[in-house]
């Protein structure tokens, strides 16, 4: 007797599972099966409904292939599982090795599934849609090589469990509803709206382009062309593969940059020879002529000047970041970096004009270890931040903003003298040491050393627009 099976598009791993287990248990040979759902050219039979008397017993190796497996496009992964269970119950050699042509043919045919997978995980773009609830809404198009759109949600499910999403594929559609996930048959292309976080995102792409390690085939392999129409980033690539080769002459001029003539350690002798900074400067210009010369800890004594704020003296929202970098420190002006660029689109995606807001550090001065020629970024300790709290205060008083957005722990340990974590903390508005309210989320530093920063672009724009909003 022949039997044919039809596997749903849905819950596929689970139906399988159920259906070898009754075939097994009743000894139905793997020729006797058709998993097509055709029956072949005579007429077939359904599985019986009940579990048969007999008991197979296979390793959990085999279960793991299985989940991956079984999500391959290829037509016969289904039979192929169950003849490898079969041969495992019957003790057939070993059809899990890759000495093995099934176990290596299996074996294939997972790698593939979890390379799609990870391929999902990279390249799906969620566009934010309107929504009517209080949950922020998503939706995204994608279109994997394998039915790989149930297995590969779950990731999604975790990491962006406070909103509502859809993923739309050829075949599937996963909804992610309140808290929970469903999947429905596959509908036509979302007409998905531009999104304001793109830009920031291209900013981020672009800083981190290396000219000088370009592999165009390990590029393709890692992001293949056919996924290229859904990644606002690609649109980049050309120009800045058409530009790589001037790009790595003009870091081999440049070579590393060199810290300004008489910017060299400036030692304790002389600094004690400097006029003491007033106790308290009577305008915000007076009080940078005072920063200019402080000394209340040992930064001082490396970086090459102190970085004072810039922007609007009366501006409603001031934004204060960890302490200046490389560049800041050599330019004297704040957020002039990569992360300055990664904020100021950021700032621009919001409408929050640069010139309309005050940008300061929590620390004025560079802190870094040399490395060779170059100087490698530290984040500063408590107590560097305290004892340039004193201008930060400052700074509070002087501009006197509705609200401060806090990048970053060092900047919100400034404002709030509250240390605790991040994740816990981003988003939230807290009660600043100055009696103002102080929001706080992501440096844009950070943003620049995360794999995939998209949810922590789309926190520091969310904050950006919830200050602009506040200074209107």
């Known amino acids: 007797m022949s039997y044919a099976v039809t596997l749903p598009d849905h819950g596929t791993l689970d139906s399988w599972r159920r259906a070898s287990r009754i075939a097994i248990s009743h000894q139905i040979a793997p020729e006797a099966i058709d998993w097509t759902g055709q029956g072949g050219l005579f007429a077939a039979a359904d599985l019986p409904q009940e579990i048969g008397p007999h008991r197979a017993h296979v390793p959990a190796s085999f279960l793991d292939l299985a989940k991956s497996a079984i999500w391959h496009k290829s037509p016969d992964r289904a039979a192929l599982l169950y003849q490898a269970l079969w041969r495992l119950d019957q003790r057939d050699g070993d059809p899990l090795s890759a000495a093995d042509p099934l176990g290596r043919r299996l074996q294939m045919l997972a790698k593939n599934v979890r390379r799609d997978i990870h391929k999902m995980h990279a390249f799906v773009r969620f566009r934010e849609m309107p929504s009517d609830t209080a949950r922020r809404c998503f939706a995204a198009w994608f279109e994997p090589e394998h039915h790989t759109l149930e297995p590969g949600t779950p990731f999604f499910a975790k990491r962006f469990g406070d909103m509502d999403w859809m993923i739309a594929t050829p075949e599937l559609t996963a909804h992610f509803e309140n808290g929970k996930l469903r999947f429905g048959p596959a509908g036509a292309r979302p007409d998905l709206p531009d999104d304001a976080s793109e830009s920031l995102w291209a900013t981020y792409f672009t800083n981190i382009f290396n000219p000088a390690r370009i592999k165009l085939d390990a590029m393709r ?110 330019e004297g002006r704040p957020f002039v970096g990569p992360a300055g660029q990664v904020l100021h689109q950021a700032m621009g995606a919001a409408g929050v004009d640069p010139g309309q807001a005050w940008l300061t550090n929590a620390v004025k001065h560079f802190k870094f270890a040399p490395r060779g020629k170059k100087r490698i970024h530290q984040s500063p300790d408590r107590s560097e931040i305290e004892h340039c709290r004193w201008w930060l205060g400052l700074e509070l008083g002087f501009v006197q903003p509705k609200l401060t957005v806090a990048l970053g722990a060092s900047a919100a340990y400034a404002l709030t003298g509250n240390a605790g974590l991040m994740q816990d903390r981003q988003g939230k508005v807290e009660q600043g040491l100055h009696g103002g309210p102080v929001l706080v989320t992501w440096h844009p530093s950070y943003i620049l050393r995360l794999a995939d920063p998209a949810a922590a672009c789309a926190d520091l724009l969310a904050a950006l627009s919830k200050a602009q909003a506040s200074a209107n």
Do not use: F
Not at 305 to 324: H, K, L, N, R
């Open 221 to 330: 392999s890692e992001m293949p062309k056919k996924y290229w129409k859904n990644l606002p980033e690609t649109a980049l690539i050309p120009a800045m593969l058409k530009d790589a080769e001037a790009r790595v002459q003009r870091m081999r001029e440049a070579g590393s940059t060199p810290a300004r003539p008489g910017a060299a350690a400036i030692s304790t002798r002389y600094r004690a020879a400097m006029p003491q900074a007033p106790e308290l400067p009577g305008s915000l210009d007076a009080a940078r002529e005072a920063a200019l010369h402080c000394r209340r800890c040992g930064l001082c004594e490396k970086a090459t000047q102190t970085v004072w704020g810039m922007g609007a003296p009366d501006a409603a929202v001031m934004i204060v970041g960890e302490q200046p970098g490389d560049q800041e420190d050599l």
